[in-house]
């Protein structure tokens, strides 16, 4: 019998192990938040949440034996997450409190910071009211009201929203897999908010309130500088798009994901898939016929989007209806004008850098396209990654009727065409707006919808697991928030692939994807926050839909898999 192990008095104190190697003590019981705050190696942004042995919590959460534990800051994008949601339910609180008989709505996002939201039940808020709103949640952050949280039945919510004349929630909370629910409250104003909060509104010091079209915008720190509000940009393109959209769901009778759920319940799944993808071919339809009313200058096409928006669906469908309109798509590939790999500039870690625009021969881009669309032979490069060279392509004469397709992610930046062909160009952006979201205080990231389509494309495709493809995610968005939402607004139209069944439809394929994802790794994290994000989804029969739809790019089936643009 080994005598160095005998019963013992718990301790008063617990130890928690820093990801630097360093070593806490305290007393048990302490929160998370009081334990980093002794932590003298935490960074300068300011702490929202914790790491506990791997899983994400709360500051307020308590620390009851040793555990491993790491700060969340708002550098963090589940920090960023934290702090966003809890900035929602600060304006949330103090609407209620100024405009108590006006419904708020928290809209989507824009790409400087910040949440469109508007107002139903009374007129746009005027600057004047803005500024109330503005100073009453300034007064909430300096009186430092915690954000108390408590679980209850779902039964029990569902009779509170009944009678605070929430319909949205009550429709979702009737949907709901768990038997419980998590409220917060600040002062005496209680809510659903999907995720965690901050322990107190005094974490809240930085936001900003500006009028915004026929509403107004909630500013937000960006992760990269998370105490500084950055310049408010305006962005017509996108909001019109988004308005588009929300007619839409107002077409289908369908405004957040519990009034989708009650009309799958209500068996109308097959009615939602064929009238959405029916808009989206509308869609697409106008949008070739803009281009054939401009064919004579505008013959180069350029289609741009961050990942996973449907690109390449779409402009195979476009090419489609461009050939019914007498036209001739020809695609040209960008990675064709890749320079060669001693050329190709390297990123702050030393790695070379295939996304940015300085490893494309954009002379090389521009002679060929200038040639091409004179009607001269060109014999077009290929390049060879393997070898990291450009090789001899084919040899290519276009005819005069023939629209040259061109995909990539600086198909908006203006520097990819020289002078003298900014104007024969037509540009596209393409990406997933989703409108729909769970309530009218709790929204859908279009960032979230994308990585589930990839997660389910990924896996059949590739045979990525779903943690390969978390892990892949923060280089893929920070590539985009480089090289792509800094030139949307450039697009002479947008194309909005967001279609409003299709967390209904991923639900089934991503759900046991996300199960797979072990527990104690860095993309366990995210996985549960997606699980938990697709609860409140009910799934519909993806043999309902079109099997030339955006949707069968990520699950399978589309009869444009094999379909090629024509090329000379």
């Given amino acids: 019998m080994n005598n160095k192990i005998q019963p013992v ?3 008063d104190t617990v130890e928690v192990n820093l990801p630097d190697g360093g070593v806490l003590s305290g007393p048990r019981g302490a929160t998370a938040g009081e334990f980093l705050q002794a932590d003298p190696g935490a960074g300068p942004a300011p702490l929202v949440a914790a790491i506990v042995n791997g899983d994400l919590r709360e500051l307020t959460f308590p620390i009851k034996m040793d555990a491993s534990l790491a700060p969340v800051s708002m550098s963090d994008a589940d ?44 007129p746009v808020l005027n600057r004047s009211e803005l500024q109330r709103l503005e100073a009453e949640m300034k007064r909430l952050v300096d009186a430092n009201l915690p954000f108390l949280r408590r679980e209850i039945p779902v ?21 709901r897999r768990k038997p419980y629910v998590t409220l917060y409250s600040i002062g005496e104003h209680m809510d659903y908010h999907h995720g965690y909060m901050v322990p107190s509104t005094g974490y809240l010091k930085w936001l900003a309130l500006n009028p915004a079209d026929s509403g107004f915008t909630l500013r937000y720190p960006r992760r990269r500088a998370p105490t500084t509000i950055a310049p408010i940009e305006d962005y017509p393109k996108l909001m019109a798009t988004f ?25 109308r799944s097959r009615e939602i898939i064929l009238v959405s993808e029916a808009l989206h071919e509308q869609n697409i339809t106008d949008i070739a016929r803009q281009i054939a009313h401009r064919r004579r200058e505008a013959r180069i096409v350029l289609i741009s989007g961050p990942s996973s928006s449907g690109k390449t669906t779409f402009s195979r469908r476009l090419a489609i209806q461009l050939l019914a309109l007498g036209l001739s798509p020809f695609a040209l590939e960008l990675d064709s004008y890749f320079v060669d790999r001693e050329k190709t500039p390297l990123d702050e870690k030393g790695q070379f850098n295939f996304e940015a625009l300085e490893a494309l021969d954009l002379n090389q881009l521009g002679g060929h396209l200038t040639r091409l669309i004179a009607g001269e032979t060109v014999t077009l490069p290929r390049y060879d990654f393997k070898v990291g060279r450009q090789v001899t392509g084919d040899a290519v004469q276009l005819t005069p009727d023939q629209i040259i397709i061109l995909e990539g992610i600086h198909g908006l930046d203006p520097r990819l065409l020289p002078g003298s062909l900014s104007g024969r160009a037509f540009r596209i952006y393409g990406a997933a707006l989703t409108q729909l979201n769970l309530d009218r205080h709790n929204r859908v990231s279009t960032a979230d919808t994308r990585l589930i389509r990839r997660i389910v494309r990924d896996a059949r495709e590739r045979g990525y697991t779903a943690q390969q493809t978390i892990s ?6 920070r590539g985009e928030e480089l090289y792509i939402f ?25 759900e046991p994807l996300l199960r797979q994802v072990p527990r104690g790794t860095p993309e366990f994290i995210e996985a549960k926050r997606l699980l938990a994000f697709l609860e409140w989804f009910l799934p519909v029969d993806t043999d309902l839909i079109p099997d030339n739809s ?19």
């Fill in 9 to 11: 008095t718990p301790r």
């Fill in 79 to 122: 920090g960023a997450r934290v702090y966003r949601r809890s900035l929602t339910f600060l304006l949330e609180t103090a609407f209620v409190a100024l405009f108590p008989e006006a419904v708020l709505i928290i809209d989507h996002s824009i790409s400087s910071g910040g949440y469109y939201c508007h107002v139903n039940g009374r």
């Fill in 155 to 175: 039964a029990e919510a569902i009779v509170y929203f009944e009678k605070e004349n929430y319909p949205d929630k009550v429709s979702l909370l009737r949907h």
């Fill in 243 to 267: 308005h588009q959209y929300g007619q839409w769901l107002e077409r289908l009778g369908i405004d957040n994901v519990g009034a989708l759920n009650d009309a799958i319940e209500g068996g």
């Fill in 472 to 477: 892949r995610w923060e280089s893929v968005r």
């Fill in 486 to 510: 800094p030139y949307q607004e450039n697009a002479d139209v947008m194309f909005n692939s967001a279609l409003v069944y299709e967390m209904s439809a991923l639900q089934p394929l991503a």
């Fill in 550 to 568: 955006i949707l069968r790019e990520f699950i399978g089936g589309s009869i444009l898999q094999d379909f090629k643009i024509w090329k000379a």
